[in-house]
C-alpha cells in the first residue's frame, strides 16, 4: 500500500497492485484496473518510486527476478 495526496490535500492509501498506468498530463494521473482514474500531488517519478518500494517491501521483486532466473 502507498500513501498519496489528492490535489485538495487529502491523503489516501492505495492498492499499488491495482495500478496499470501512470501518466503526468501536467498533474499525475493513476489509471487503476478497473478503468478508475485518480489524480495526485505526487509526481510520476514519486509514485513509481512508491510502488517501487512497496514491491520490494512485500518481496514481489524477488519473485519476480528468481521466476526470470528459472526461465532461463
Request: aromatic residues 6%.
Amino acid at each position: 500500500m502507498i500513501q498519496l495526496t489528492r490535489l485538495n490535500d487529502e491523503t489516501f492509501t492505495l492498492n499499488a497492485c491495482m495500478i496499470e498506468q501512470i501518466q503526468s498530463h501536467p498533474d499525475t494521473t493513476i489509471t487503476l484496473l478497473n478503468g478508475k482514474k485518480l489524480v495526485v500531488k505526487e509526481s510520476e517519478a514519486k509514485v513509481v518510486d512508491l510502488v517501487t518500494y512497496y514491491y520490494r517491501d512485500i518481496g514481489v521483486q524477488r519473485v519476480l527476478k528468481e521466476a526470470g532466473e528459472a526461465n532461463e
